[in-house]
């Protein structure tokens, strides 16, 4: 599992969130997930689950869990 995805990803969730301040992993992993995290930002405190989107990958069941 990742914890910082990068630069591109921050730009991805910036509109919502306002400047990142803080990654942190949550109390408990998930699992076949590509990034769990807790962000701390401007626009307060995010829990974040995401998957990347590629072919054969997990996305349908993240969408499905929205």
């Known amino acids: ?3 910082d995805p990068g630069p591109g990803f921050r ?5 919502y969130t306002g400047e990142v301040t803080r ?3 949550p109390g408990e992993q998930g699992f076949g997930t590509d990034l769990l995290a807790v962000i701390d ?7 974040v689950k ?15 869990e929205r």
């Open 23 to 25: 990654i942190a992993p």
């Open 1 to 3: 599992m990742v914890l």
């Open 11 to 15: 730009a991805l969730i910036r509109p």
């Open 50 to 64: 995401a998957m990347r989107n590629r072919p054969g990958g997990r996305r349908d069941q993240i969408v499905r």
């Open 41 to 47: 930002s401007r626009q307060g405190r995010f829990f």
